[in-house]
């Protein structure tokens, strides 16, 4: 069977390489072209667009690359026609997946969805456009069916796939000697995948540095960013790499392995540091106009998805002005005390037990397989 798979993010990549594993197990002769990562071409799959291109996040950044975007919408169109798949897989992204599988259900393609849009917290509008355009819709959270069983439209729920990933995840022994870190405690920063975030992000969480002399702070560099982004930022700020600033490059579990407390920029990282049981911050900063925007149409009352789960603030979210050197230094300085480390960890193991079981992307692809063969 012939699948063509589209991911536009680093978190998509990560979900849809485990997802073709599993389809793979399923359908011995699966034949895959898509758009992803490294992780997902690195499952023998024919990679036609990669991720480092379609990632324009905001309402700002999006208008000001939307002919690029044009672009690679029409590229994408013309190169499933050639293709003729059996089923067009979107993952996430949907600011652009969503005009694709409106596109694709006309020309008679069919059309599944795993890792919905958040329309649960906005954009409501689009649940009419998802139950016209997508025969088959794959949730992960648990709050998810219910939300769509309330607009008449049955989902398919079997976890969150970041208990797959991190349940394989081997720790590295040798990660401080492999890397040159000292014994001293870590706190990790987590800046995000994306350049538009690593530029607001990263420049104020290196500014604990001075702040908390006793630690030593790694940065969990995204691979599919240029090292040169890093180092024109680290310049900006006065902050050269040294015994106790490393820059580590796709490396990230290792690092939330090893650290006490971590930094994170808001989106799935969040998720993954309560997964690792590590203590964090969340933070967000965007363009004045995208933020301007977006509160005013998110109906929500926290923008960490860790926070969003628990239905709580587990962890402090910094936003726009509040992400500030004074406010960050305080909030890092609260989580690092031992007083608050076994509420984090309640909460969290809240959180996990929300999420199900492993074997989730085995279980979609099972789901996926049948529906196709059916």
């Not at 954009?123 to 069983?149: G, T, Y």
């Not at 500030?324 to 969290?348: C, F, G, T, W």
Request: proline share 4%.
């Amino acid at each position: 069977m012939k699948y063509y798979v589209i991911a536009g993010e680093a978190s998509g990549d990560l979900y849809g390489a485990k997802l073709l594993e599993g389809l793979k197990n399923e359908d011995a002769e699966a034949d895959f072209r898509i758009w992803g990562g490294d992780l997902m071409e690195a499952q023998g799959t024919k990679l036609i667009k990669h991720y480092r291109d379609l990632a324009f996040m905001g309402f700002v950044e999006v208008a000001k690359n939307i002919r690029t975007i044009r672009r690679n919408m029409q590229f994408c169109k013309s190169d499933i026609l050639q293709y003729r798949p059996d089923v067009l897989i979107l993952i996430d992204y949907p600011g652009f997946n969503l005009r694709i599988a409106d596109w694709a259900k006309k020309q008679g393609i069919r059309v599944f969805y795993y890792i919905s849009p958040t329309v649960w917290a906005w954009h409501r509008s689009r649940i009419k456009q998802i139950k016209q355009s997508v025969e088959r819709l794959f949730v992960i959270f648990p709050f998810e069916p219910a939300f769509f069983q309330e607009h008449d439209y049955q989902v398919d729920y079997a976890g969150h796939p970041l208990l797959d990933v991190i349940n394989e995840h081997q720790q590295n022994l040798n990660f401080r000697l492999e890397n040159r870190l000292s014994d001293l405690p870590i706190i990790a920063l987590l800046p995000g995948s994306r350049v538009q975030e690593i530029k607001r992000m990263l420049g104020v969480m290196l500014q604990m540095l001075p702040r908390f002399p006793d630690y030593q702070f790694v940065i969990a560099a995204a691979p599919s960013i240029d090292n040169g982004l890093y180092k024109s930022i680290l310049e900006d700020y006065g902050f050269p790499l040294s015994p106790r600033l490393h820059l580590v490059y796709n490396k990230t579990y290792d690092i939330l392995k090893e650290a006490r407390a971590a930094l994170v920029t808001s989106g799935t990282a969040t998720v993954e540091t309560a997964l690792f049981n590590v203590p964090q911050v969340v933070c967000y900063k965007t363009n004045f106009l995208t933020y301007q925007i977006a509160r005013r149409l998110v109906d929500l009352s926290h923008i960490g998805m860790v926070n969003i789960i628990a239905k709580k603030t587990v962890a402090e979210e910094l936003i726009q002005k509040d992400l500030n050197p004074e406010r960050l230094e305080v909030e890092l300085q609260r989580i690092l005390q031992a007083k608050h480390h076994q509420n984090i960890q309640r909460d969290y193991a809240a959180i996990r037990a929300q999420l199900g079981e492993t074997g989730v992307a085995k279980r979609v692809a099972a789901l996926m397989y049948g529906y196709l063969t059916s």
